[in-house]
Each structure stands twice: as structure tokens, then as C-alpha cells.
């Protein structure tokens, strides 16, 4: 039996009919996290609570109250007794409600009944705030990621111990051949060991299926045809490794067009051009040809798209690239130290930044692009600076990733769900400046000019000389945030002066911070009053997870930032949350101008709440 003909089909072509013609449907399950390793995420996850759920020591030393530490000097050391003072505590203990500083051992004298310090402390030095890995609310995994290690480890700290995930497809891989011998025992001349089940069985598994080898089967039609006919009732994909080609004894192609039916015969490929692409009761069949390089080449353009049907997640690959360092890195001398960083392509350039280096942020692996790796004896990077990163991502995800810079929204998580999107908080100003220097392709922004009562334009047009497109996003309500029933009966900027109140802030050059400052200034309030003024956090979420703690009584920030902690809400104001681009990303954020405009994303907003969309995906050009 020979094949006269076989076909030379694009091989794009021919996988965009196949898998027309089989129109898979992933089938979800809900499995416990201890099985979720390399599975891919059917929704998006999100923390059901912070880690750390409270303040705990960074270090091993002592607890106080660092405001009776002010006068403490070499001089004049200052005495300090344990239970009335001050308490012993180690790495990872809560800290007591009563002390918000941690003075490390190292800087403790001990004496005989007392203890003495020489340098003040800081308040809150030391000390892990609530939610510093993830708080409450904010999504740790979005849909179709495939998990692994750092989002086991994610997940567990959010208290998400069961997860939907895309069913793993079971593939049957048969080897066909009559000189297929499966042990090095069954060798004699003539024989060839079986390699290409296990190279075949490991591709799939690495792809995110489940793999079923069977063993070799002779080059016999009936044997072949029974071999796949409970192959195919057994398993939701049939991969069969020889027999496809034109010889007498290649017997695939008959016997899948007896039993279904032959969607492609021959491919555009150089080597694997023999391949099959069949159907037999609705599954996958493939033929592939024997040769380790045909075959590698085969299932590589057409059994990992398949699989991806499954559970909608291509496989990805580490490698290295050198691209330029958006800002400095300090080093010890000391050490080889890693640090996890994110990358896109920005302007033909490949840019990367480094993210949170703290030793307690299991997301900041999760959330990482790559590695950049600093050798022992290099005291740190200098921003603008070439470094080697070794990616976890393949290049085509890398360039697809949106680099965002700018002010902190929970709406960021919502779009990173929709959207290839790296989001870093560094607040609005931080956003415009690094734009300016062309290490992202957007800046969210909310800069409130207070003499035009304006938002966002006359920043623009200050800092940019280029045309600038600004996308209009939302309009947001920005308000205090305090504990359920406002206990402290918190109304007015006023309150937060009274001793009996400490606040928290955001981090410079945040648009809610300028927004406090306006406020201050306008009611002829000095900052210096206010008790919490310098402790600043980076994004809403923060604000709002420690305002939950007993620690601290109110913050400034968004209304969805209060409703998903459960905590009460005062408006202040109502505010423009934009994002800043340059007139020549345009054509590259269509993707993302789509996101925002989309029903879905619009539905995610209202269900937060606190924002309203009329002008949601409007572009104003400013020259």
C-alpha cells in the first residue's frame, strides 16, 4: 500500500483549517493547590486576605515606642526597662499595638537590669506593613497563566488553597514500526530503541498536557488501526510517530481516513512535511514522521497551538537579552545578587526595570519578566546602563508586554487581566518623568493644577515639548478612608490634626498625595501636624489595608480601595484618572484603548465601584 500523493499545504493555513474543523472547548476543574502546579488558571485570582495580615518584625531586636527615643545619644545613652519600655522580639513576631518601632539587637547595650540605646529610632524602622507581599483584593494570578512555584506560594499567602483550572488533555503518543524495540535488551541489528515516546511524552507534558506512551507497535495494519482505535476512545489527543510518509508499510493515513477523517496530508515544512492532520470521533489525530528532527519540528507547529486550544496558554521559554536599566541598583560588594526585573520593548529599545527586592515579596518572582544578575565585586548598576536579563517569557510575550509607570488604581489589575500589562507604582509624577525618559509606553496620571482647577493637561504641556496623546480613563472618587462605623468620627481634613488621629500617606509624587497637599493648603493646615504625615505607602490598596489595622485611623485614596477591605468611606473629591502616551505609541496601544473600552472592563468597574466612564477611551492630542 503506497501513498501516491502527498500535499505541500502552508502550514498556517492548514493548522487555521484544522483547527477550525475541531473547534476544542476547555473543560474547567476545580482542584486543591497542591495540584496546581503547572495547570493554567481558568479566571482570574484574586487574595481573599493580606500577607502579612499584621505588622510584624524585620528583624530580631526590640519593640518601643520610638517617640521616647528622641533624646537618645552617644553621650547621652537612654536607659530602658523590659515591660515598661520596651519588649524582646524576633524576625516575623506581630507587633504589639503599643510600639510601632523595632531597634535591631545589634544596636542594643545590655546591662544589668536595663538596657540602653544610642541612637533614636524611627517610627516604624523594621517593621513589615500589613499587606507588603499582596493585600487583600488585588489579583495575584490573571487568567490563563500557567502556575507555577512563586504563584503556589502567592496563592497560599491570599488564602486561596482551590483554583478552576483548564482540564490537562490526555495524549496518547504511539511509536509505529517494526525495528521499534523499547529496551536496550530487546537490541539486535536491525533495531532502534525507542527515544522519540519520551522526547514526544516530555514535550507534551511541558506543554501543559498529560502524556500516555504506549508501547511500539509493528507495522501492521490491523494492529496499527486497534492500537488507535482504543487509543482514541482512551485520550482526548492521539499523537502516532511514523507511518506517515508514502513508504509501502506507512499506513497512518489509510486507517485515520477509515476511521474519521484526513483534514491535511502534507505540509509546508522542511523537515517534517509528511504530517497528518486527522479526525477520528471528534479528537485529534496526528500523524507526525519518525525522524527525532521531523518530529520535534511537527509537534512543535502543531501540537503546541492544539494543546494551547485546551487550556489557552502558549509555553514559554527563558532566555537572555541585554536591554538598558531604567534606574539604579545598589549592591553589596559582598555578593552575586539577583534581582527581579520586568522588560518590554520601548521605542526599538529593550527596557528593563527592576522590581521589589524585599525578601518577604513572593509576588515580586510571580509578577517578574526575568533575572538580572549583578557578579560578586560590582557595587550595584547605574540607570541607563546595558544589562544581560535572563527572561522567563519568549520574546514575541516580551514585546507584546504593555509598560506601565505612573499612579497606583485597582483598575490596573482589572486590565492586566484582559491585557499583556507590566504596571509599576511609582505615582503621577513619577509616571510623566519616566516617560520623559522613554522607559514606558503609558503613564496613568491625576495631577490636579489648583489654579486652573484643571486635571493632567497643564502637566503635559509643561513637561513635553512632543505632541502627547492623553487616553481619558475614569473619573474616580478620592476620599478619606476609615475603620467600619468611623469610630474616631472622621469628617473634614480638619480631624486629621487631632492627636488622637494617625494617618497615612502616599509616596511622593503621588497625584493623591499633591491632592492632601492642595487640601492643606487650602485650609491653612500645616503638615507638621499631622501625626503619620511622613509614612508613606505606594498604592490605594495599602492605604487601605492599614487603615483595617489598629495601627493607623485613616488615608486618603480611592473608594473601590475601601469597599473591598470593608471599610467606610468619606468623599472628598472627585477626580480625572488618565494615561499619558506618546503620540507615536499609538498604533501599539490600540490593544489597550480596545481593553478599556470594552463592556467587560466597564462591568469590572461598576462592580468595584466609585468610578464613572463617559469619556472612557477618548484621545485629546496636546501639542
Known amino acids: 500500500m503506497r501513498n501516491v500523493y502527498i500535499e505541500n499545504k502552508d502550514y498556517k493555513e492548514a493548522l487555521r483549517e484544522y483547527l477550525n474543523k475541531l473547534n476544542i472547548k476547555p473543560i474547567i476543574e476545580n482542584i486543591t493547590l497542591r495540584e496546581a502546579l503547572g495547570r493554567t488558571s481558568s479566571e482570574a485570582i484574586f487574595a481573599k486576605l493580606s500577607s502579612p495580615q ?14 521616647i527615643t528622641e533624646k537618645a545619644t552617644e553621650l547621652n545613652p537612654l536607659k530602658l526597662y523590659e515591660g515598661k519600655d520596651f519588649k524582646y522580639i524576633n524576625t516575623g513576631n506581630v507587633i504589639p499595638d503599643e510600639y510601632d518601632s523595632v531597634i535591631m539587637i545589634e544596636d542594643v547595650l545590655d546591662r544589668d537590669d536595663h ?12 517593621i513589615r506593613p500589613i499587606g507588603e507581599d499582596i493585600v487583600k483584593g488585588e489579583m495575584v494570578i490573571p487568567s490563563e497563566f500557567k502556575i507555577n512555584s512563586f504563584a503556589l506560594g502567592s496563592l497560599a499567602a491570599s488564602g486561596n488553597f482551590n483554583v478552576n483550572v483548564y482540564k490537562k488533555p490526555l495524549v496518547s503518543v504511539i511509536v509505529t514500526g517494526s525495528e521499534i524495540v523499547s529496551s536496550f535488551e530487546e537490541m539486535t541489528e536491525g533495531k532502534i530503541i525507542d527515544s522519540n515516546s519520551y522526547m514526544l511524552s516530555g514535550l507534551v507534558e511541558e506543554c501543559g498536557g498529560s502524556a500516555k506512551a504506549l508501547p511500539p507497535v509493528e507495522d501492521d495494519y490491523n494492529l496499527i488501526k486497534n492500537t488507535l482505535l482504543k487509543a482514541v476512545n482512551e485520550s482526548d489527543i492521539v499523537l502516532i510517530n511514523a507511518g506517515s510518509s508514502a513508504g509501502t ?22 523537515p517534517g512535511k509528511p504530517t497528518i492532520l486527522g479526525i477520528i470521533k471528534g479528537k485529534p489525530v496526528i500523524g507526525i514522521p519518525g525522524y527525532p528532527v521531523s518530529s520535534y519540528v511537527a509537534f512543535k507547529e502543531f501540537l503546541i497551538p492544539i494543546l494551547g486550544a485546551y487550556y489557552n496558554k502558549k509555553e514559554v521559554s527563558e532566555y537572555k537579552l541585554k536591554g538598558t536599566l531604567t534606574r539604579k541598583i545598589a549592591s553589596s560588594f559582598k555578593h552575586r545578587e539577583l534581582v ?21 515579596i513572593t509576588t515580586s518572582l510571580l509578577k517578574a519578566d526575568g533575572i538580572i544578575e549583578i557578579p560578586r565585586k560590582v557595587e550595584g548598576l547605574n540607570e541607563g546602563e546595558e544589562v544581560s536579563v535572563s527572561l522567563f517569557k519568549s520574546k514575541e510575550d516580551i514585546e507584546k508586554n504593555i509598560i506601565s509607570i ?45 489654579e486652573k482647577g484643571e486635571y493632567n493637561i497643564s502637566y503635559v504641556k509643561k513637561y513635553f515639548k512632543e505632541p502627547m496623546i492623553l487616553i481619558k ?10 475603620k467600619k462605623g468611623n469610630p474616631k468620627n472622621i469628617k473634614t481634613i480638619d480631624d486629621l490634626t487631632r492627636e488622637d488621629i494617625t494617618y497615612v500617606n502616599r509616596q511622593r509624587g503621588a497625584g493623591t498625595r499633591l491632592l492632601l497637599d492642595y487640601l492643606l493648603k487650602k485650609n491653612d493646615i500645616n503638615k507638621e501636624d499631622i501625626i503619620g504625615y511622613d509614612r508613606e505607602m ?53 490593544e489597550f484603548i480596545n481593553a478599556l473600552k470594552s463592556e467587560e472592563f466597564k462591568k469590572s468597574l461598576e462592580e468595584l465601584g466609585g468610578y464613572s466612564f463617559d469619556n472612557l477611551g477618548k484621545l485629546i492630542e496636546i501639542n
Open 54 to 67: 499584621s505588622h510584624l518584625a524585620a528583624m530580631d531586636g526590640i519593640a518601643i515606642k520610638a517617640s
Open 115 to 126: 538596657i540602653e540605646i544610642i541612637v533614636p529610632s524611627k517610627p516604624w524602622q523594621h
Open 249 to 270: 508499510h506507512d499506513y497512518t493515513v489509510h486507517i485515520i481516513r477509515e476511521l474519521g477523517e484526513v483534514v491535511v496530508h502534507g505540509v509546508a515544512l522542511k
Open 340 to 360: 527581579r526585573a520586568n522588560a518590554g520593548i520601548v521605542d526599538g529599545k529593550l527596557i528593563v526595570s527592576p522590581i521589589s527586592r524585599g525578601a518577604g
Open 406 to 450: 505612573g499612579s497606583h488604581d485597582i483598575l490596573m489589575d482589572v486590565l492586566r487581566d484582559h491585557l499583556s500589562l507590566t504596571s509599576s507604582h511609582v505615582g503621577s509624577m513619577g509616571g510623566i518623568m519616566a516617560l520623559k525618559r522613554g522607559e514606558c509606553h503609558l503613564a496613568p496620571i491625576h495631577l490636579l493644577d489648583s
Open 473 to 482: 480613563g475614569v473619573n474616580r472618587i478620592q476620599g478619606f478612608i476609615v
Open 538 to 590: 505606594l498604592t490605594h490598596m495599602s492605604v487601605a489595608a492599614e487603615v483595617k489595622s489598629p495601627k493607623v485611623d485613616v488615608g486618603l485614596g480611592v473608594y473601590s480601595a475601601a469597599k473591598e477591605m470593608d471599610l467606610d468611606f468619606i468623599e472628598v473629591a472627585n477626580e480625572e484618572y488618565d494615561f499619558l502616551i506618546k503620540k507615536s505609541s499609538l498604533e501599539f496601544l490600540t
